[in-house]
């Protein structure tokens, strides 16, 4: 969302009337998302608590500013018309195994319980000093950062490797370059099926590792980060992780 500091000395009311529609642009975006999935959440998860869904109409208006910041950018977030909205109501809202009480948990994720270690993190910015341009890493920290309510920006630096296949601690390569990739390339679906995998592996994994449990196992239905992690690559391989 744009922010006006107040300083701008030259056409101050050009410029005041501009942060003033933007303003307006973005509450109706709010209002136009919280009104069609809160409709949803009715039809598709009516067991949710009023606990869970204050939690999921603020996740919601989040990724709703995000989107529409990105979308105004023109670098829009989506990959293969799947967006961290979709992702976070397909497999987060109407998953009846992800319970109210760990929605609320996710809400309160610090970015410390997230942060992947300095040393590591040079590593990957090293290796990948466009990390943040890649279209996985930037769904993977819009989702996140809505979800556990923290700065995007300040999560993609503090994350630099969501998204990425691999580990930080090990080995990292871009979605659809893996060594799988290259020997099999008649069974690989598309890199973007290889990427929304990244995109909510790295996500499920990222809150299990922060004290969110069962999130892997609820999501992949495999527990564990590298079960889970094998599994959404066999999913990637045969169908949208997003469905």
């Given amino acids: 969302m744009q922010e006006f500091s107040g300083e ?14 933007q303003a307006r642009r973005d509450a109706q975006e709010v209002r136009h998302v919280r009104k069609n999935y809160m409709t949803w959440v009715d039809d598709y998860a009516p067991w949710r608590g009023e606990d869970a869904r204050v939690v999921i109409q603020a996740t919601f208006e ?10 105004a950018a023109g670098q829009p977030l989506e990959i293969a018309g799947v967006t961290p909205t979709v992702l976070y109501f397909r497999k987060f809202v109407i998953n009846p195994a992800i319970d109210d009480d760990q929605l609320v948990a996710m809400s309160k994720v610090t970015p410390d319980r997230l942060a992947t270690p300095p040393d590591k ?12 341009q890649q279209p996985s890493h930037r769904l993977a920290v819009a989702l996140l950062s809505a979800i556990c309510d923290i700065p995007y920006s300040e999560l993609s630096q503090l994350c630099p490797d969501l998204g990425f296949s691999g580990t930080a601690g090990t080995r990292l390569w871009r979605p659809g370059e893996g060594i799988f990739e290259q020997l099999m390339p008649d069974f690989v679906a598309t890199t973007e099926e290889f990427e929304l995998a990244n995109v909510l592996h790295d996500t499920t994994d990222s809150l299990e590792q922060a004290g ?21 690559v066999i999913r990637a391989l045969f169908e949208n992780p997003a469905e």
Avoid: H, M, Q
């Avoid at 701008?8 to 529609?21: F, I, K, P, Q, W």
């Avoid at 069962?214 to 599994?231: F, H, I, Q």
């Fill in 8 to 21: 701008e000395s030259v056409d101050s009311t050009d410029a005041r009337l501009a942060y003033a529609n």
């Fill in 212 to 232: 969110i449990e069962g999130t892997n196992e609820d999501v992949w239905g495999v527990d564990g980060a590298a079960g889970s992690a094998c599994w959404s």
């Fill in 121 to 132: 993190r040079r590593r990957v910015v090293e290796k990948f000093p466009d990390y943040a």
């Fill in 62 to 71: 989040r990724l709703a500013i995000l989107e529409e910041d990105f979308r």
